[in-house]
Each structure stands twice: as structure tokens, then as C-alpha cells.
């Protein structure tokens, strides 16, 4: 089992700056491909980040490519999402995601065994 804990979540005006959080216990952190996904009212959740066990290797939704930026301290067992330039549409609750790190990375929701209990992020215009 892994535990994971988001936090860093609040309200920022547009073009402001936010960092999330995610802090994972329980088995060992670089067994684990990790992702951000959120949900914003009234929609379905999706993918916006994706980093590999290593660090080595990252991907983005289009819709955040340039702004947001995944990182990970696997000797603090943490994923970071540093979210720039944040925009109204950005609302959402954050959840940090983990896969295990022998299968390939993917953007799909199901392809992720354990998740957080999400983070409200919230863009005022």
C-alpha cells in the first residue's frame, strides 16, 4: 500500500503561482511512476502531469505545457507540481497519483493504483 498526501492547494488570482504537494509513505517512493490529475465542477478528471520513478523522463497535458512543472524528491518521498501563469480554467481539486514503476507511464485514470485525497486549487479572474 502507498499513502499519499496532497497539500499546497488554495486561492491565487490569475497569473499568480501555486505549488502542490504530494508526500507518499508506505512502500518505497522509486517503486512508483507518479502523476497529477484534477477535476474541475461538473467534469470528468483528467490527466495534467506525469514524471517516470527516476525523474528522468516527464510528460504534460497540452493545456498545461509551459506553466506547469512536475518534479520529484525521491529522498523526501515527495512529487512537486510548481503550476505558473494559472488561469481561471485551471480550478480544479488536485490529485497526486501512483503507478508502479514497471509498467509504462500513462495519461489514463485507471492506469494508477493509489491515489490522494486532492488539494482545491482555485484561480480567481
Known amino acids: 500500500q502507498v499513502q499519499l498526501v496532497e497539500s499546497g492547494g488554495g486561492l491565487v488570482q490569475a497569473g499568480g503561482s501555486l505549488r502542490l504537494s504530494c508526500a507518499a509513505s508506505g512502500r518505497t517512493f522509486t517503486s512508483y511512476h507518479m502523476a497529477w490529475f484534477r477535476q474541475a465542477p461538473g467534469k470528468e478528471r483528467e490527466f495534467v502531469a506525469a514524471?517516470?520513478?527516476?525523474?528522468?523522463?516527464?510528460s504534460y497535458a497540452d493545456s498545461v505545457k509551459g506553466r506547469f512543472t512536475i518534479s520529484r524528491d525521491n529522498a523526501k518521498n515527495t512529487v512537486y507540481l510548481q503550476m505558473n501563469s494559472l488561469k481561471p480554467e485551471d480550478t480544479a481539486v488536485y490529485y497526486c497519483?501512483?503507478?508502479?514503476?514497471?509498467?509504462?507511464?500513462?495519461?489514463?485514470?485507471?492506469?494508477?493504483?493509489?491515489w490522494g485525497q486532492g488539494t482545491q486549487v482555485t484561480v480567481s479572474s
Open positions: 497519483a501512483a503507478r508502479y514503476y514497471k509498467l509504462v507511464v500513462t495519461t489514463r485514470e485507471i492506469g494508477y493504483d493509489y
Open positions: 514524471i517516470t520513478w527516476s525523474g528522468g523522463s516527464t
